[in-house]
C-alpha cells in the first residue's frame, strides 16, 4: 500500500512539472540531458491496474395493484303500507207502513128490456141462359213430298307416289389433330446471395509504461529526481472480422411449357344422301251423287165450330121480418168504501265500510358496492453496477543495454549474444525491463458464424 502511495505522488509530481517548470529536471525542458543509464529500471516496482467487478444492490421500486374493496352505502326506499279506515256512509232505506183512507166508487146495476123492430131479409134464386160461342181446333193431315239431296259417296283409289328421303351415311376418314400438353421444365438460374463469413485476426495493443520519479545524479554530481518512463507491454487478443461475401447459388425452378403434337386419329362422320322410291298410297276422294227421297209432312188447319153452353146467374130480393131482441139498461150508484193502502216511505242510516290507504314510509337500507383502489406495495430488484479498483501490480526488471559494435542487446552476462564482445560491467549493471503481466481483457464473443463458434 506505501508503494501504491509513492506511485500516485510521483504522478502528481510529473503532472505539475511541467514546461514552467523544466529547469527543475536537469535545466532543460524534456529529459534529453539525463543519460539513458538513469532513465531505465533499476529494481522491482509496482504498478496499479484497473480491475472491475460487476456488483448488485437492491433497488425498491413503488408499485400499486388494484385492489376491490366492497363497500356499503345508505339507500333510501320509499315503502307504501296499506291501512284500513272505517267510515261511514248514509244508506237511504225505502220502508211501507199502512194506511186507511174511503173511496166512493159507482155500483153498476144491468136489467134487460124487451123491443121489437123489422129487418129485411136477402133471398136469392138461380136461373139458368143459353149463349152460343165459337170454337177453332187443329185438323192435322199427313202428306208425301218428294225431296232432292245430294249425297256424298267415298271412293278409295290406290296411287303410286314418288317420296324422296334423306338418309344419313356413315363415313369414316383418319386426320391429324394437334394435341396441347404442359410440361414442366427444370430451368437452373442464378442468384446472387450475400453470406456473412470472416476471421479472427489477432491484434497487439502497445500499452505505455508508467512514469515513476528516481534520484539520479546529474554530471556535476548534483542529486536530481528525474521521471523515469517504465517499459510498456503489448497485449494481444483476438477479433472476429466479419466479411459479407456474394456468391452465386444456382436455383432450380421448373416453368411450365406448352408441346404441340400431331396425332392421327378418326372421325366418323355422317354424310346426308337422297333416296327416292316409289311408295303405294290410298287415295280417298269425296263423288257428290242426288238422291230423290218422299219424306211423309204432317200440315196443320184451323176449323171454327159453334158451340152451345148454359149459364147460371142468381136474382137477389129482399123480404121483411119482425124480430124481438132483449136490450140490457144499465143503472149507476155510488157507494163508499174503506180501503187499507200501504204508503212508502224514506228512512236514513249511516252504514261502516273500510277503506284501505297506501300510507308511504322511508326505509333505510345497507346497499353494498364494489370500489377499485390502487395500493402501493414496494418491489425489490437487483441493479447490476460496476465497481472499479486499483490492484497493485509488482514488475520486476532485468539490467539490459545495447552493444556497440552491433546494436543488439545483450543482459547480465557481461558479452554480446550476437557478435561475443564483452560488455563493460557499469553497462552490465543495468536492469533488463521485464513486460508486464498481461492484463485480462473484456471477454470477446465470438461472432456467429465463426469457427469457434
Not at 144 to 171: L, M
Not at 201 to 211: E, N, R
Amino acid at each position: 500500500m506505501k508503494n501504491v502511495l509513492w506511485g500516485v505522488l510521483a504522478l502528481i509530481a510529473i503532472s505539475w512539472g511541467t514546461t514552467a517548470h523544466a529547469g527543475w529536471f536537469c535545466g532543460t525542458a524534456g529529459y534529453n540531458c539525463c543519460p539513458v543509464s538513469t532513465c531505465q529500471p533499476t529494481s522491482c516496482y509496482t504498478s496499479c491496474r484497473v480491475e472491475r467487478q460487476t456488483c448488485y444492490r437492491t433497488v425498491y421500486e413503488t408499485v400499486c395493484d388494484p385492489v376491490q374493496e366492497t363497500c356499503y352505502r345508505t339507500v333510501c326506499e320509499t315503502l307504501y303500507d296499506d291501512v284500513p279506515q272505517t267510515c261511514y256512509r248514509t244508506v237511504v232505506e225505502q220502508c211501507q207502513r199502512e194506511e186507511q183512507y174511503q173511496v166512493s166508487r159507482p155500483v153498476y146495476e144491468t136489467s134487460t128490456q124487451t123491443q121489437e123492430y123489422t129487418v129485411q131479409r136477402p133471398v136469392y134464386e138461380t136461373h139458368c141462359r143459353e149463349e152460343q160461342y165459337q170454337v177453332q181446333r187443329p185438323v192435322f193431315e199427313t202428306v208425301n213430298r218428294p225431296i232432292q239431296r245430294t249425297v256424298y259417296r267415298n271412293v278409295t283409289e290406290t296411287i303410286n307416289r314418288q317420296v324422296q328421303r334423306t338418309v344419313y351415311r356413315n363415313v369414316t376418314e383418319t386426320i391429324n389433330q394437334e394435341r396441347c400438353y404442359t410440361v414442366m421444365r427444370p430451368v437452373t438460374t442464378c442468384r446472387t446471395v450475400n453470406r456473412v463469413t470472416g476471421q479472427w485476426v489477432t491484434q497487439q495493443s502497445y500499452h505505455p509504461g508508467p512514469v515513476v520519479p528516481r534520484m539520479t545524479v546529474d554530471c556535476n554530481g548534483c542529486p536530481r529526481v528525474c521521471p523515469v518512463q517504465c517499459p510498456g507491454f503489448t497485449t494481444c487478443r483476438r477479433v472476429w472480422c466479419p466479411q459479407v461475401v456474394q456468391v452465386q447459388v444456382p436455383c432450380t425452378t421448373y416453368v411450365p411449357e406448352v408441346v404441340r403434337q400431331s396425332c392421327p386419329i378418326q372421325v366418323c362422320r355422317v354424310v346426308p344422301e337422297c333416296v327416292t322410291e316409289n311408295i303405294p298410297v290410298q287415295v280417298c276422294r269425296v263423288v257428290p251423287e242426288c238422291v230423290t227421297e218422299n219424306i211423309p209432312v204432317r200440315t196443320c188447319r184451323w176449323v171454327c165450330e159453334t158451340k152451345t153452353r148454359q149459364i147460371p146467374y142468381q136474382v137477389c130480393k129482399m123480404v121483411c121480418e119482425k124480430r124481438t131482441c132483449q136490450i140490457p139498461v144499465q143503472t149507476c150508484k155510488i157507494v163508499t168504501e174503506n180501503r187499507t193502502r200501504m204508503v212508502p216511505y224514506c228512512v236514513s242510516k249511516q252504514v261502516p265500510y273500510t277503506v284501505t290507504h297506501r300510507v308511504a314510509r322511508t326505509v333505510t337500507r345497507q346497499e353494498p358496492y364494489t370500489v377499485t383502489r390502487m395500493v402501493s406495495r414496494v418491489v425489490p430488484r437487483q441493479v447490476a453496477y460496476e465497481v472499479c479498483r486499483m490492484v497493485p501490480v509488482e514488475t520486476c526488471c532485468q539490467p539490459v543495454s545495447n552493444c556497440g559494435t552491433c546494436g543488439a542487446t545483450y543482459g547480465i552476462s557481461g558479452s554480446c549474444s550476437s557478435c561475443g564482445s564483452n560488455v563493460p560491467q557499469h553497462e552490465a549493471d543495468r536492469p533488463i525491463p521485464q513486460p508486464a503481466p498481461e492484463q485480462p481483457g473484456p471477454a470477446v464473443s465470438p461472432m456467429p458464424g465463426s469457427p469457434s463458434a
